[in-house]
């Protein structure tokens, strides 16, 4: 069984037109398990080619460790997108998170700093779901002023000057170090991706983002408590972002008010170019890993081959442009 094709297993939670949804299901299953694998195997051969750096494992480990916030935050961005959603808060947020866990780690220690930055993440998630699930405001006008309000708290915490002077090991861990040859921000990563893609395949909840995205009047008619699922969603984003502003702090070893700049539309292309679609109810989190691979390997194989960042934003530009086309195709 697919993502795609999910909600298939429970027909009480269809939308009206779900009998042809296993031909779809087929057709991202070729763009999923074909497509951009495939991509990505051209950018490693041709890069490699280009220069035999890349290929190394020290560079693989380099890529892995650089993609890591964004995937997490990809990961969540990804269960937004599944109920027609979008989140454009997730660098703000990790942000504000940043600097929150920069001085309290100074002042209280680590268990406190971080676990207060990540109930601070999932507080801005939290109030992002309420008002897109319960008052029904649109997901783009609460992310958008969400984004706002966190970059100017961050700022406003810190009076635009970053963090420095902390001593945390943990940090220090999870940000710079690794366990055999592997960074243990990649390890979780791979971990957090584990979780979600076990709730989008084998629970209820996960199924029913499927439905809302799908059709939400219908999963409304189906009994799904779609407001109570929407703050779910919103509330676990959040905290995934607070997880990637951690990873972020630790990597660079001060809470940066300036931090994750970029980081939601970073997340979205990892999501857009691994065939999740932007009108909801089809995608996977498969698919997403396969879209952040993509997107590091082609910036960072750009990176060794010296060539301008400027020009490295238009090519990731273009081939986004190309997996919405795509998508929209298979729609």
Sequence with gaps: MTDATAPNARPDHEPPGAAQRPLRGRAFLRWETIGVPAAIVVLAVIFGLLNSSFSQLSNLANISRQIAPTGIAAWGQTIVILTAGI????????????????????????????????????????????LIGKVRMPPFVVTLAMMSIARGAALTYTGGVPVFGMDSPVLDLIGQQALAGVP???????????????????????????????????????????????????????????????????????????????????????????????????????????????????????DILGISSFIQQIIIGVVILISVLVSLGRR
């Design 87 to 130: 989140d454009l808060s997730v660098g703000s947020v990790a942000a504000l998170v940043s600097v929150v866990v920069a001085d309290l780690v100074k002042t209280y220690g680590e268990l406190a700093g971080i676990s207060v930055g990540l109930l601070v993440g999932a507080g801005a998630g939290l109030i992002n779901g309420l």
């Design 184 to 302: 243990v921000s990649t390890l979780i990563t791979l971990a957090l991706f584990a979780v979600v893609l076990i709730m989008l395949k084998r629970t209820r909840f996960g199924l029913a983002l499927y439905a809302i995205g799908g059709s939400e009047p219908a999963a409304m008619l189906a009994g799904i408590p779609v407001s109570r699922y929407l703050v779910y969603v919103y509330t676990l984003s959040g905290l995934l972002a607070a997880v990637a502003g951690v990873l972020l702090t630790g990597r660079m070893n001060s809470g940066q008010p300036l931090i994750g700049s970029g980081l939601e539309l970073q997340a979205i292309a990892a999501v857009c170019i691994g065939g999740t679609s932007l009108f909801g109810g089809r995608g996977s989190i498969v698919g997403t890993a396969f879209g952040l691979l993509l997107v590091g390997m082609l910036t960072n194989g750009l």
